[in-house]
């Protein structure tokens, strides 16, 4: 008996919101900061920020470049203490090159990461803000 009641106050109560209008909508936050101005201008700023390391890099392969182009174009005529101590300065600033690389790295990930969470945080305030004047039930 207690469950034919229970049953029946489940039916009713169902009913009830299977008569109730429902307003859902969708947005595609993935899509928005793709196309947003903003991102757009975040990019502009990160290139701007990080343009002046990328060419001091470039610079630094550059000149790794020109001093192996000179080992191997000088090696054999050089005497040995020479050679070695080229092929050491070469080394080092290779070393150095690709720790450079790894900071400059780092640094632009966590700031496009902070750039990204700016944007992702101001759509989220948008999207509750959507969500309450239209009166979506869920967004």
Wanted: without cysteine; charged residues 35%; aromatic residues 4%.
């Amino acid at each position: 008996m207690v469950k034919k009641l229970v049953f029946l106050i489940g039916l009713v109560l169902m009913s009830q919101v299977v008569q109730a209008e429902i307003k859902i909508g969708v947005v595609n936050i993935p899509l928005l900061m793709a196309n947003a101005p903003q991102a757009a201008e975040a990019k502009r700023r990160l290139e701007r920020e990080f343009s002046p390391k990328d060419k001091q890099l470039l610079a630094q392969k550059k000149a790794i470049k020109r001093l192996e182009e000179r080992l191997v174009r000088d090696g054999l005529t050089m005497n040995e203490t020479a050679k070695r101590k080229l092929e050491r300065d070469i080394i080092s600033k290779r070393r150095d090159a690709q720790r450079a690389a790894q900071e400059f790295q780092d640094d632009f990930n966590l700031r496009r990461n902070e750039e990204l969470g700016k944007m992702q945080n101001r759509i989220i305030e948008a999207v509750k803000t959507l969500a309450r004047e239209g009166n979506y039930d869920l967004l």
